[in-house]
């Protein structure tokens, strides 16, 4: 199982941001996906995620209006699209895999760093 995330880096408040997680070593279109964040000093806060077909997407309440979770199973990609991004969104950003096909995983279980790729920081800061 690979992961690997991109698109992360600096922005002012209101700005946006496209994270891509490039997936390989497994069948993706089988997997549920989601995005987890980690601020410095705290523990991860699972953001979004989305099923196998995406057209089930789920947000946490901080980022609901503002965050669009999407994926193309063809490319094997995920994404994230962030806007109007606050300095409370300052994070490492990185897309976690479900630990079996075809399952429903509510958000805390992948809070587990499971299946996580490397991490894409997003730094939003006037």
């Known amino acids: 199982v690979q992961l690997v995330e991109s698109g992360g880096g600096m922005v002012q408040p209101g700005g946006s941001l496209r994270l891509s997680c490039a997936a390989s070593?497994?069948?993706?279109?089988?997997?549920?996906m989601s995005w987890v964040r980690q601020a410095p000093g705290k523990g991860p806060e699972w953001v979004s995620g989305?099923?196998?077909?995406?057209?089930?997407?789920y947000y946490a309440d901080s980022v609901k209006g503002r965050f669009t979770i999407s994926r193309d199973n063809a490319k094997n990609t995920l994404y994230l699209q962030m806007n109007s991004l606050k300095p409370e969104d300052t994070a490492l950003y990185f897309c976690?895999?479900?630990?079996?096909?075809?399952?429903?995983?509510?958000?805390?279980?992948?809070?587990?760093?499971?299946?996580w790729g490397q991490g894409t920081q997003v730094t939003v800061s006037s």
């Open positions: 976690a895999r479900a630990p079996l096909p075809r399952t429903y995983y509510s958000g805390s279980y992948y809070l587990k760093r499971e299946y």
């Open positions: 070593g497994f069948i993706f279109s089988f997997y549920d």
């Open positions: 989305i099923n196998t077909g995406g057209g089930s997407t």
